[in-house]
Structure formats: structure tokens, C-alpha cells
């Protein structure tokens, strides 16, 4: 039975983590791709902007930054994922062909499957972003390396930064994309909570349901989950640039990460 907003969160698992990290080595664990869906454009362009601090890791938005791929405007991205693949060089084979307007591999990327479990619990300690034209966000999608129709997400949080106060209003959600055995499914709520704080995001999904939490707390649950390998990408965006100072930040604090796949 899908439980109701504001109902406490489940435990997480007590097996070991694969991903435990506070960020704290001063630099970055293999489980980390530092670049933006590498393979839809240049490694000049995709490469994230970060910098560790006493408090955790900075992804940044830096004056000089490029664009992440032309044809996507002014966007700006600084992410860390957990997987990469793609096809060949030329083709529209790869992760999240989310565009419309014609994504072809630019930078062909092997397949590498650092974190990307079929069903699985992750916990992300962050600070979002409150700087203007700024996102955060946390989620997970298909790799598609087995099957182009594994493309399902699952949005943990978006998180815009003038939607930061004493509470915070948040998306989140399952986006089907490609994949049938899907519907897309996004809410629009509110946590009592100022994310410019550090807050803890939970996502626990398998079985058919996937859960969604805020420092400890349900924020949604769904009656659906993809089935099949997922990885995770945490960023910041900006969607327009010169609009207050750089550089512009979200600083993750931690993320624990466990695969809870049946074989």
C-alpha cells in the first residue's frame, strides 16, 4: 500500500552501501563521471565545474563556461553521474535522448556502469542552489544500453532556486520518456523545509513503487518504477547567464547509494 505524504521514511538497507561518500578525500571516487550526458556533445562542454570544500563538494556555474551543446541555448550544467553510454558516432544511440531537435553522439562513450542497479535506495546530502536562473536537481535514469525503451526517470528533486524559503516547493516524480510500460507521472508539492540548507533526498524504488523523501519524511510514492538499470546524476543548471555573481553553487554534503536487485 503506497503510504501518505509526511508518513516517516523506511530505514535504509543494512547491507553495505555501494556509494558512500562525504566528498572529503579531495577528489572525486571512480563511482563518478564528472561531465553532462557526455556523449549529445563536447568534453569542453559537458565537463563539470567543481571544487571541494569543508562542507562537501561545490558543483559550480562559472562565468566562463560553455554552453553544454549550442543547440540548447544559453543552458549551463555542472553533474555528476554514475554511468555513460552510447553508440557510435553520429548515431542517436545513447542515455536520455530527452531532445527533440535531433541528438546525435558527438563524443562516442563506452559503456561503463559504475552505479546503475535495476532497483535500489540512494540518499543525497545537499545545498541547493538559490543564485537567479539557477536548478538543482537529483534523479535517476535508464541507461539504455540493454534497450532503447529503458529510458524511464525517476526525478528525485528539482528544485528552482526562486522556489527556496522557510519551505521549499519541489518537483518530482517519473518521467516515462521512451519507454511504454510507463506513464509519466510529475507532481508539483511543497517540503517545510529551506533548501538552501543541507537537506537529505531519499528514493528507494523496486518492486513496482518508487518512494521519494526529505529528511526522513515521505514527499510523494508511486504506483510504478522502471525495472530496469538506472544511474544517478546530481547537478546544478543555469537556463540563462549574467544574473547575479559567480561563481554559482549547489554543495552536496554526502550520498549513500545501495543496489537492492533481486539476482
Given at each position: ?148 525503451r529503458d529510458s524511464g526517470e525517476i526525478c528525485v528533486a528539482e528544485i ?12 518530482c516524480g517519473i518521467k516515462a520518456h521512451h519507454d ?84
Open positions: 500500500m503506497l503510504r501518505t505524504p509526511g508518513d516517516p521514511l523506511s530505514p535504509p538497507p543494512t547491507s553495505a552501501p555501494a556509494i558512500d561518500d562525504d566528498f572529503s578525500g579531495g577528489e572525486l571516487a571512480p563511482v563518478w563521471v564528472p561531465h553532462y550526458l557526455p556523449h549529445w556533445t563536447t568534453a569542453d562542454r559537458s565537463a563539470a565545474r567543481l571544487a571541494f570544500t569543508p562542507e562537501g563538494i561545490d558543483l559550480r556555474i562559472e562565468e566562463d563556461q560553455l554552453e553544454w551543446r549550442p543547440e540548447d541555448g544559453q543552458m549551463r550544467v555542472s553533474n555528476l553521474q554514475t554511468a555513460t553510454f552510447s553508440g557510435t558516432l553520429g548515431s542517436n544511440v545513447g542515455t536520455h535522448r530527452h531532445r527533440s531537435d535531433g541528438l546525435l553522439v558527438r563524443t562516442h562513450t563506452p559503456t561503463s556502469l559504475h552505479y546503475a542497479p535495476t532497483a535500489g535506495r540512494v540518499d543525497v546530502t545537499l545545498r541547493a542552489s538559490t543564485d537567479p536562473d539557477c536548478m538543482t536537481a537529483i534523479w535517476l535514469v535508464g541507461t539504455e544500453h540493454d534497450d532503447p528552482d532556486a526562486d522556489a527556496i524559503g522557510a519551505s521549499t516547493r519541489v518537483r511504454e510500460r510507463l506513464r509519466t507521472d510529475m507532481i508539483a508539492t511543497s517540503v517545510p523545509h529551506d533548501a538552501s540548507r543541507f537537506l537529505t533526498w531519499s528514493v528507494e524504488w523496486g518492486g513496482g513503487v518508487t518512494t521519494i523523501g526529505c529528511e526522513g519524511r515521505l514527499v510523494a510514492a508511486f504506483d510504478q518504477a522502471p525495472a530496469y538499470p538506472q544511474m544517478l546524476l546530481i547537478d546544478v543548471f543555469e537556463m540563462s547567464p549574467d544574473r547575479g555573481a559567480y561563481p554559482k553553487a549547489a554543495t552536496v554534503r554526502r550520498v549513500r547509494a545501495w543496489s537492492t536487485d533481486s539476482h
